[in-house]
């Protein structure tokens, strides 16, 4: 029940394209969902986050679309560049502690 | 505004020794939790603390593993006689005291190499 999955695994996109990244989750307690983005030998940095009353946020090019009955939500990034590329990590939360998923390797190839 | 600090960034111990692990969070805030990541793997809950208490340990190994934060100086995290399945990066984050939006703000990791 504490359990986040995330998929896929690894991602690779062309440069302008949009990258997706989903995570799923089972318990209905958690109140808060970041997403964060973590490069090679540094710590995760909030990219952006959703609370489960609002359907879609949008922060530049990175958007959260949540659906709360099926307890799913999703990252995409538009016009994906290659600075971009990074390990992004869902997360859920609930009595103040995260819970994340494995993790997605985003490329984004030039 | 300085962010999160931990330190060491890099710690190598032998197998038996002491890890200590600081971390030193944003100012003005008084919540510390600490998470570890093994390689490849996604971050994982240990503790959570406010100053001079735990309020939530539950992700905590039941032995050779402490926390604290006290009133005057930075979170440590402790480590007793280090095994090698102790190796992995651990996380310090942060977030204010009265936040209603549970932001947390993470730390650069300690790398902790047991050899």
């Known amino acids: 029940q504490q359990q986040v999955k995330q998929s896929p695994q690894s991602l690779i996109v062309q440069k302008g394209g949009i990258s997706i990244i989903n995570c799923a989750y089972e318990n209905t307690a958690f109140d808060y969902f970041p997403w964060y983005q973590q490069f090679p030998g540094k710590g995760p940095a909030l990219l952006i986050a959703i609370r489960p009353d609002v359907s879609e946020k949008k922060e530049g090019r990175f958007t959260i679309s949540f659906n709360k009955s099926a307890k799913q939500f999703s990252l995409h990034i538009m016009d994906s560049q290659p600075g971009d590329s990074a390990t992004y990590f869902c997360a859920a939360q609930g009595a103040q502690k995260l819970v994340f998923g494995q993790g997605t390797r985003l490329t984004i190839n030039p | 505004n300085a962010g999160v600090m931990q330190n060491p960034r890099h710690l190598v111990r032998r197998r038996g020794q002491e890890a200590r692990l600081r971390c030193s969070p944003m100012?003005?805030?008084?919540?510390v939790y600490w998470y570890r990541q093994l390689p490849e793997e996604g971050l994982k809950f240990m503790v959570y603390?406010?100053?001079?208490?735990?309020?939530?340990e539950s992700g905590m190994p039941k032995e050779r593993f402490s926390a604290e934060f006290p009133k005057e100086g930075p979170s440590i995290l402790r480590i007793q006689q280090v095994v090698r399945g102790d190796s992995a990066a651990y996380f310090c984050?942060?977030?204010?005291?009265?936040?209603?939006?549970?932001?947390?703000?993470f730390g650069p990791g300690t790398r902790l190499t047991v050899t």
């Open positions: 603390l406010q100053k001079e208490n735990i309020i939530d």
């Open positions: 100012k003005g805030h008084s919540h």
């Open positions: 984050a942060s977030s204010p005291q009265a936040s209603v939006t549970y932001e947390q703000y």
